[in-house]
């Protein structure tokens, strides 16, 4: 969260903050149950591109090491 925005008042987001693992069963549940207007989207969405530049990143430290090899 930026210092620009107001707190949220979602409390999925608040969540999110708290216990992290608990924010992770918790959104799981709500996508396997397709209750998608509970989910807290901003930061699935933040998760989901954050486990995209870890694996890239990952990709590329393995390539660079085979063809240093």
């Known amino acids: 969260m930026t210092a620009l925005q107001p707190p949220s008042t979602n409390p999925a987001e608040k969540l999110y903050d708290r216990d992290y693992l608990e924010w992770i069963t ?3 549940a709500k996508l396997r149950s397709q209750d998608y ?3 807290d989207w901003d930061n699935l969405i933040e998760e989901m591109e954050d486990m995209g530049r870890r ?3 990952s990709l590329e430290v393995s390539l660079q090491g085979v063809t240093e090899a």
């Open 55 to 57: 694996e890239r990143q």
């Open 26 to 28: 918790t959104t799981a």
């Open 37 to 39: 207007t509970q989910v």
